[in-house]
């Protein structure tokens, strides 16, 4: 999905053609496959209830991370939010980080 979206932030940004298309894409949902899967509101409901509140968020958000890491004190690394970066995490972050660079320089030379 970070390629997708990649691909897609680059065609916008250089008027050109995306290379990849939607359905071509493969790769983790951001939450639980139950949720994905669930008919209506009520099976919705009934995984969450199963599976605890914060079940439907894949990793923690940035602003979880950030909360933690400016806090008072350090409260160690077993309680820090974010266990483990998966490939996708890492790309994204990545794509995000090029991206943001390229764009940057793409203005400071104009």
Request: glycine content about 6%; some cysteine; hydrophobic content about 45%.
């Amino acid at each position: 999905m970070t390629t997708l979206i990649s691909d897609w932030q680059e065609s916008g940004m250089w008027h050109v053609p995306p290379v990849l298309m939607a359905y071509e894409m493969t790769g983790e949902l951001p939450c639980l496959q139950e949720l994905w899967e669930a008919n209506d509101a009520v099976e919705f409901e009934a995984v969450i209830a199963a599976k605890g509140h914060d079940c439907w968020r894949r990793t923690p958000s940035l602003r979880q991370c950030v909360d933690v890491l400016m806090g008072d004190a350090w409260p160690g690394v077993e309680r820090f939010p974010l266990k483990h970066l998966s490939i996708p995490d890492v790309q994204l972050f990545l794509f995000g980080k090029v991206a943001l660079h390229r764009n940057i320089n793409t203005l400071q030379a104009n």
